[in-house]
């Protein structure tokens, strides 16, 4: 017995359900979980499902293909874990709650490393057994860095890119190649206070409530689709310091939901939006 | 062209939702979004299916019935509209928002009467040309008085019966009689401060939120199944006459959040639990 | 027995507590609260205090003149119920909360009047005996529409000014009359989405949270000292008049929340920011 | 120049800000903020204010005994970090974060040790290098297990004992000998809830909202005054053990920042209940 969990997407067209669910009964599959999505506006089907049984995935996959448009995604998986390489700078937030989360197995994930364009973080890293590569940008071109970096993130072959306070701007070439697999946090609510120092155009702003964002990361930097956001109320007695502060614990608590999800493969993405069956 | 949803729980077995979906296309409807549970631990499957087409509803039933378990409960209705009977003591938080979403059509609801043990929210209602009846309690029986009132609220025939803050206990006969279709505001958070005062009782505790909590009405005054809560949060300078006020916001915004996820037909009832599909 | 709110910011120096609790104290009067916050980056001090006993306002005024630097502002009020006029076009939710709150005493406030640039909401405000003014904007200017406004509104003598989904924006000239006294609800969580449209804008950046932000109005539009923000969860289900709809009871709960911090003289003002004292 | 905070709690009479601000004032102190609430009902007087300057401390509590009540509470600290001891079981979640909160110095104090009943969280508390030490309680009294932990405890002189899911119930003896100085983190929203398996208790009445309470301990348990609570919102497709995990990170983050409020000197306790200047 085995748990898979599949994802479809596909142009809209009558009987879709049907014509899956098909495809698992005659397998002689149990769903536990279906979530299906319509979207009216664009005529797209989105679907997961959560079955479980014994079954070959190459063979369920071809039942699929032979009922479905051609031009649809279909993703069965039964990896539960995914491999995740985790990219920081200096700020240890996030890095110290992905580590925790890592050493308890509180998230379905295996960090299998961490790179950091600063050494200040390889302490941390280090205390749980994990690998930390300082990659420094210093002296060489932007191109250059990435493509140290990449080359290093390939070399462990991850599932998921995560960015945990990595506080560089990547280049659409660098993005491309890592496609719907790189997680960011932001440190505000999108799309206010895009850019850089978001706590303090928050502070000069005087707002009552600050946010954090987990977005895939996409060519245009602060418009990948969101896939989790919150918020924590703060007032006049607090200075942009204060307010970073404060955003530190949403900011770490955003991400790990995101992931969670992300993880559980409950995440489409079309275009600049997210799908998500929680 | 109708707009149908379908509501169907039964004990679970393989391949119920490719039968289900199956008689949908074979009638050449159009599943628009489809929501499935399956509560493992029970061993029960629910499933909601928003359809569009043109179908004899009739026809549905039968050829779902000739699929399903013979216990399963299968609910299919073009009411978008409810009708619904609201019962009222004194507080007028909730029924002035619900006489203003009414008169909006905020919510997909008709108040066909008020009914209240006291006299003094008539004025309001009349404003919106909604009848009001006043049953009061005094110098008769309880069993008399729920009697007057049973038979007012059945020559109103409503799909629902909103008690909102309706300060009377219903007895078991009562709610019996309405079963799963009285839906109460109840003014804490339950399970906490159960019984009378809750907000004198929070007071006194020195809780720091306060919430509020809808729920159908059972045999079991507060232990009726969930189907909203909310919160806000109150410091040490409330008294317990604040704390109510700050309550009533919540109280009046969960109630409505609630009844549209009663009357959008998203809400299962199993023994003490609601299994609701956003 | 009277009940005094006195709110004095001016520049920080040392003392300032003790003299003017000192002004207080000798006049035999009983402070209930007090609240001071000085803000160090820019050397301003700000505080309000809640006291009663009898007293002869001028006498305390002039005592405070006496110890305070020349520049100190000055706000001794016992006016607890505050009068206002308030400004409307199509929308009916705020409007609609002001008005039962209005007619319950929820709010320390008495509504004198509500113009329109539509005429829609006139019946429903004609319900409550509040006196609805109709001022088109069609066929005349835009400074000729204000300049009726402005005439109407003053002729009422409001202590604020409340914006509650008007629809047009007000000129620097208009705002400048009323400064510090127009209270405006943002559809959208600033300084996220500024400008038409917000919720279009935020179904399209595929948000999964939105807002909604109180401020006073100054010349800037959405630049104005925000007082309460507050949020609510929206998914990919939701197209933009859906997420319209669900800000719908954020905005009339933020506006009311905003209003009583606002008529119960706890909030200051300084540049585009709000102290506010809870 | 330091850096002060003085608490004060008495009966209230007329005055009391003017005079202890007069001592400040007249030792030559700068005020920085001032937070003071009468509770009315109980004719109770608390005050905080932070100030900095050159004084002794001696002759401003001298200063302070001459102009207040004889029965009141002054406490006047200049000891911005607090050295805690944190007591532990099996869980490690509020350990982590409080132990990377001590590391990074996200939190203004500093964790002396840390005590388990059980030695599971031994490896996770020496990697950051503090000193782990395990009180078994097995084939000992209760009486004997108390009296090994307050010994060692002891030996550490703390300010605070934080119990980070420490699941003992420690006797009335035990707590009476650090009165006001245990901190809890109380795995439900309370007063829901009480009792063991809250997690449990809450799936099974079908809440959709749980919730974490920081409280300091006193002799009844679950009666201890409140500090800070939190919730989070689950669904019908959790179970109890997913509850409980969607309520790690509520019970992490409400404890650390009910300990930012204790440590920064923020609470006063009054019988069951907390007065927090924040």
Redesign the interface.
């Known amino acids: 017995m085995t748990d898979y969990i599949l994802r479809i997407d596909c142009p809209d067209e ?5 014509k899956i ?2 495809v ?2 005659f397998n ?14 664009n005529n797209l089907f989105f679907m997961r499902v959560a079955f479980s049984g014994d079954c070959d995935p190459e063979r369920i996959e071809d039942g699929l293909r032979g009922i479905l448009p051609s031009t649809a995604n279909i993703d069965l998986t039964t990896k539960q874990v995914k491999d995740v390489v985790v990219l920081v700078t200096k700020e ?2 996030c890095l ?2 992905l580590l ?1 989360r890592n ?2 197995k ?1 998230l379905p994930f295996n960090i299998l490393a961490v790179i950091g364009n600063h050494e200040v973080l390889r302490p ?1 890293t280090e ?2 057994n994990i690998p930390f590569h300082y990659i420094p940008a210093e002296g060489i071109t932007r191109v250059e860095h990435e493509k140290k970096i990449e080359e290093l993130v390939k070399s462990y072959s991850p599932d998921y890119l995560i960015l945990a306070k990595f506080m560089r701007i990547l280049t659409p070439e660098f993005t491309e190649k890592f496609s719907k697999k790189v997680v960011n946090i932001h440190h505000s ?5 895009i850019g850089a120092n978001p706590y303090k155009q928050a502070y000069q ?5 600050i ?1 954090a964002t987990a977005h895939f990361v996409t060519d245009d930097l602060d ?1 990948g ?7 924590t109320r703060v ?3 607090k ?1 942009a310091l204060e307010m970073a ?1 404060a955003g ?2 949403v900011e770490k ?1 955003v991400l ?2 995101a992931l969670k999800l992300v993880f559980e493969d409950r995440v489409f993405i079309h275009g ?5 069956f ?1």
């Open positions: 009558k009987g879709l359900v049907h669910t098909g698992l009964f002689n599959l149990n769903i536990e979980r279906t979530d299906e999505f319509v979207d009216i506006d240890h937030h110290s709650d925790i050493e308890f509180d941390l205390k749980f609510f999108l799309p206010a206070f702003r005087g707002v009552k409530i946010g418009e689709p969101i896939i989790f956001q919150d918020i007032n006049h007695t200075n502060q530190r614990d608590i790990a939901k600049n939006k997210t799908i998500i929680e």
